[in-house]
């Protein structure tokens, strides 16, 4: 079982920065990743992890403007979310998939989810 509490949304200009946090409880996960879900639109993959590399897979979307990492110190996932878009806004979800070795793209996947934080980039 797993407790996600993800933390960082808000609201912010085009252009502007937001750094997204994760924070798991129970015990560390092979996969942890990214999902946005704006309104009237299917959740959609943003970032994934391999915790012990530090592996990392990009939607084309995001590639450049956003980065995902992991403190193993802490247990935590962060999101850095630079020069953001109108087309960013979404609720963002932390996801882990307690069980893969590899990165999927795909909601299914994914075990454990958190309860999403708002992000809303205006123009």
């Known amino acids: 079982q797993a407790q996600l509490v993800e933390s960082g949304g808000g609201l912010v200009q085009a252009g502007g920065s937001l750094r997204l946090s994760c924070a798991a409880s129970?015990?560390?996960?092979?996969?942890m990743g990214w999902f946005r879900q704006a309104p009237g639109k299917e959740r959609e993959f943003v970032a994934a992890?391999?915790?012990?590399?530090?592996?990392?897979t990009y939607t084309d979307a995001v590639k450049g403007r956003f980065t995902i990492s992991r403190d193993a110190a802490k247990n935590k996932l962060y999101l850095q979310m630079n020069n953001l878009k109108p087309e960013d806004t979404a609720v963002y979800y932390c996801?882990?998939?307690?069980?893969?070795?590899?990165?999927?793209?795909?909601?299914?996947?994914?075990?454990?989810w958190g309860q999403g934080t708002q992000v809303t980039v205006s123009s």
């Open positions: 129970g015990r560390t996960f092979p996969i």
């Open positions: 992890i391999r915790w012990s590399s530090g592996v990392t």
């Open positions: 996801a882990v998939d307690a069980v893969s070795t590899m990165i999927f793209t795909t909601a299914a996947k994914y075990d454990y």
